[in-house]
């Protein structure tokens, strides 16, 4: 437990060094807002001007918005680690690899829930959406689909990173594995915006769950490999 | 020589399934001819997960021995997964339009996880041919290989709740085949052709990983020859 407990404490002060320089810059929020911003916009001009529809399309439109942006914002956090060799640095810390992991995710989990909650409410302003209604399964369903994102986009920005081409390489890669992912979170919100009437709520939560559960232990398991190389 | 007796033994028995399953084995009575489809189709749906099962354990014996023969195996592995893998989306694609009126169909979960096993591994192979230096290649590849594999069960989960969590199976599908109901004729074919297109991957994965091995080989005598020539202009200077 004390083990546990001290490794958690580290993996806090990575994921502040990440959260402090994020603040400080702003590198990786304010452009993937504003890029998912976009893409809401595009999505209502490619889909509109029907209400009714845009509507029924907004829970997939939402999920499609954050997973694009965060793809945006996983590649900026790890990009300023690119910088005076602070990569080299990272992996001389005298820890161990999964803290750094950890350290990294929790950085970008909270890139990713703030991204996540702002796109929620302008889909609901934008496309008519009462999010109030039924907040808390919505909240569950943001705050397990960040946690995957950012599981995910933390070990595949670690393996593109140093690539020429990681600016095609990282959603290439991250894209299929997402996919469960973007369908549990799709299914989950839907059915928390109509009031869960066939019961799949929790179902769907459960995958996404699985999916967070699966995704953190292959990538603090294989993150270590990352930093050797 | 031996590997060529092999390449020999998959080609006849490839072409003597394929004759049977086309002129031997009656038509199916619901789909007709186009259910014959399915001999080679699920051969090599069976073959890619095969592949991609290789690839994967073969990036962890990497990341743990060190041992860049099993970075070759595994580069096989994904190479000749993709390629069946594609025939099988393929093969499906032929097959649903007699039989579903479309090329495509979203409700079935196999066509779905299958596209997506493609997008995956084809991710994969580009990402090793972004990575010059041998060994980062196999590392990097080892845990992509490995994520995916890890990713495919989860893919194939949620796709299949994805179509209907209360949804029969859509008719027709290629558990029918292997129904222990399906006359025997039918069965026997399609272990036939699963047996011969097995055999024809066995060759496949050794010519593949041969080809790798020597790749690596030049790759590793140019860049000797690049430090040796760097070494002897360096007094000119």
């Known amino acids: 437990m004390s083990t546990l407990r001290r490794e958690a404490g580290l993996a806090m002060a990575v994921a502040r060094k990440d959260a402090l320089a994020e603040l400080r810059g702003r590198h990786a929020t304010v452009s993937a807002l504003f890029f998912a911003a976009v893409v809401l916009l595009l999505f209502g001009f490619a889909l509109g001007p029907d209400s009714a529809r845009l509507a029924a399309a907004a829970p997939g439109l939402l999920w499609l918005a954050v997973v694009f942006a965060g793809i945006l914002a996983v590649n900026r956090l790890h990009l300023l680690e690119t910088e005076d060799g602070a990569l080299e640095q990272l992996a001389l810390y005298p820890v161990p690899r999964r803290v750094i992991y950890a350290g990294k995710a929790i950085g970008g989990f909270a890139v990713m829930l703030v991204l996540a909650l702002v796109v929620l409410g302008a889909v609901g302003v934008l496309f008519a959406i009462d999010i109030a209604a039924a907040w808390f399964p919505l909240l569950v369903t943001v705050v397990l689909g960040a946690a995957g994102i950012a599981a995910v986009g933390t070990f595949y920005a670690g393996v593109t990173v140093r690539l020429r081409a990681r600016e095609v390489m ?52 294989t993150y270590g490999f990352l930093l050797e190389d | 020589m031996k590997t060529r007796i092999l390449g020999f033994v998959a080609l006849t028995a490839v072409a003597a399934m394929t004759g ?8 199916d009575l619901n789909q007709g001819d186009a259910q014959r489809i399915m001999y080679p189709h699920v051969a090599s749906a069976w073959l890619a997960y095969l592949s991609f099962g290789v690839t994967a354990i073969s990036g962890i014996l990497w990341l743990w021995k060190r041992d860049l023969r099993f970075d070759a195996v595994a580069l096989a592995g994904a190479e000749i997964g993709v390629m069946f893998t594609a025939f099988a989306i393929w093969g499906g694609m032929m097959w649903g339009r007699p039989i579903w009126g479309v090329f495509w169909q979203w409700e079935d979960p196999r066509l779905t ?79 036939g052709m699963l047996g011969a297109f097995t055999l024809a ?22 860049r000797l020859d690049r430090l040796m020539s760097a070494r002897t202009a360096e007094p000119a200077r």
């Open chain 1, 170 to 221: 990282l959603p290439l890669l991250m894209l299929p594995v997402l996919a469960p992912l973007l369908l549990g979170a799709v299914k989950a919100t839907a059915a928390a915006l109509a009031g869960d009437p066939f019961g799949e709520l929790g179902a769907w939560l459960q995958l996404l769950v699985a999916f967070d559960v699966i995704m953190i232990v292959a990538g603090a398991a």
């Open chain 2, 201 to 222: 991957w066995g060759y496949l994965m050794i010519r593949r990983y041969q080809l790798a091995r020597a790749e690596v080989q030049r790759e590793e005598a140019a």
């Open chain 2, 113 to 191: 996880t299958t596209a997506l096993l493609l997008a995956l591994y084809v991710g994969y192979l580009l990402l090793r041919q972004l990575t010059d230096d041998p060994e980062r290649r196999a590392t990097r590849a080892a845990i992509v290989g490995v994520v995916a594999a890890v990713d495919i069960p989860i893919v194939h989960f949620s796709v299949e709740w994805w179509r209907g969590l209360h949804q029969t199976a859509t008719i027709g599908s290629p558990d029918r085949v292997l129904n222990p109901a399906a006359p025997m004729v039918f069965v026997g074919t399609l272990l």
């Open chain 2, 20 to 27: 049977i399953g086309l002129f031997v084995v009656p038509a």
